[in-house]
């Protein structure tokens, strides 16, 4: 399984996804237009517009508006991602600078600003009012998770605490977009509830598995050293289940105190962690989301596109980036 | 005149104002509450939410959605100011401090962002889709314009840049509030157009006002130095004036040259346009722009509501902050 079986259904459509962002800077300062051109040329495999094109295939809603929700999905997406990277002091991501490694935080703040409008623009522009304030709901629960995090002291573990940080951070927009898809086409309630979930299930799995890769990933592709959420005092869901089945392990009781800060103990934790079946264990977490996920599917008759959704699902838990 | 006169008609208005703008941060982080609590406290005149309310008072629009459209607007323009202090590194906004004096810049970013997710819900909670288009439009014309300047050459002069910044910067927004108060209205398409013609006029006046203030204002109301435009290499329209008249004056050649840096001179330079009549003439242009935004008002019939926003328009050219 590889990011090719489930993306070449809409490989051609995701052209037409990247064309609209595109076009968002076209009226913009030529500075401006270079920078939208860096970000997109920087984008990841589109997961987010993906699931919104695959769902909206499959109920057959119209191309035009999938593609402006895939664009407006995606710009929001990046907008968060210009933003944190400015924020964490980030110089690469996917191996290419970030914005904030060539332009001054000024620069990036206000093009991350521009492109939250242009996202919120072209939401707009799906004729959709119920899309609308979807959209600028999920662009809240967002931000607000991110302060939240930023808020909270690190390295304490809760497992509530957890699942309403990746809600945030990433099953809401997930969430959104299969919703939004289904809502734009012409599926009944009950479809469009299922595909809301759908998309609920797979992005608290995708985050999971992103949480898990950060133990066990190949270094370089997943662009950040092993452990790191540890070391800088964010403790995820391996984490949890190592706490849970060692609560007196010294360098876990020490994390309520500050001791995430000191790197030798975490790098031992990191491997503690990963000798142990903590990431096993989460993992079989994220495959109960993606069976579920699966299970949304049940009542929608049999297609290409449904077996292409189902590819996407079996995809986020196989994924090794 | 003082803001008392055209502001009673909607003293209690306003206040339904504050109450939906403190609302969007109900369900957030406590420390995101209290920001939003201190910005409204700091809150200026709240002229942009007055002239929709007058506006759409005038023209029989429901209270609800102009209640709405009011926060929505007013939470753009606190976002932009949140991202604009920072970015300049204001510690002081009308004598109170600003978010980034004590806050991070991380959790300011965010706090920003945060606003305009909630000033776009509020948008979107209007139910009209032309207005949220609107909206989108006006807050990436207000980015790209911010961007704009920034990426160009300061101290360099020209008169349809500047025109061209102050439409992004203030009249884009006092432009959408009066035309989208007309449009949730059930006045016909030519008044709405002679509503949103009212906006871009004020606004235009509006900022050349709060230019030339900067050159003659109080500096304890205007809250910073006298001429600090010109010391941060900004040319506005008195500048201009004062250019056109004195084209060798020694200090106007310098700026395309980064003469504008020179404190010593630019001081000098300050005091020459404010003992020249460049003021007077930005003036007259700014009254000018009242002139032909009372025009607008022609052919609505008179009422207290009309010479209310009458009294607004005259507010914008007698105001002293």
Chains 1, 2 share one sequence.
Request: proline letters at 3%; glycine letters at 6%.
């Amino acid at each position: 399984m590889n990011a090719i079986t489930f993306l070449s259904p809409v490989n051609e459509q995701i052209k037409l996804v990247e064309e609209r962002m595109r076009e968002q800077a076209d009226f913009a300062h030529a500075d401006l237009r270079a920078a939208m051109e860096h970000l997109i040329k920087a984008g990841g495999k589109r997961i987010r517009p993906s699931l919104g094109l695959l769902v909206g295939n499959m109920l057959a809603a119209p191309l035009e508006k999938l593609v402006t929700l895939g664009a407006a999905v995606e710009l929001l997406h990046t907008a968060t991602l210009v933003h944190d990277d400015l924020i964490d002091g980030a110089l690469l991501r996917r191996g290419t600078p970030t914005l904030n490694a060539r332009w001054s935080p000024p620069a990036t703040v206000l093009t991350g600003d521009f492109i939250f409008a242009r996202a919120a623009k072209l939401a707009a522009e799906t004729d959709d009012l119920r899309l609308m304030n979807l959209f600028a709901d999920t662009l809240s629960i967002i931000v607000n998770g991110e302060l939240t995090q930023m808020f909270s002291a690190r390295g304490l573990i809760d497992r509530d605490n957890y699942y309403k940080r990746i809600y945030a951070k990433t099953a809401s927009l997930f969430e959104m977009t299969s919703h939004a898809a289904a809502m734009v086409s012409p599926a009944n309630d009950e479809i469009i509830k299922c595909m809301r979930e759908f998309g609920y299930q797979l992005g608290m799995a995708f985050q999971i598995v992103d949480d898990i890769l950060d133990f066990t990933g190949d270094q370089t592709s997943v662009g950040k050293p092993l452990g790191s959420d540890l070391h800088n005092g964010l403790v995820t869901l391996p984490s949890i289940y190592f706490a849970e089945s060692n609560p007196t392990d010294a360098d876990i009781l020490s994390l309520a105190n500050g001791g995430w800060t000191n790197h030798d103990n975490m790098t031992r934790l990191v491997d503690n962690i990963r000798a142990s079946d903590a990431t096993r264990k989460a993992m079989q977490e994220a495959e109960n989301y993606i069976d579920r996920a699966i299970a949304c599917l049940g009542n929608i008759p049999q297609s290409a596109e449904r077996d292409a959704l189902e590819n996407l699902a079996k995809y986020v838990v196989d994924r090794k980036i």
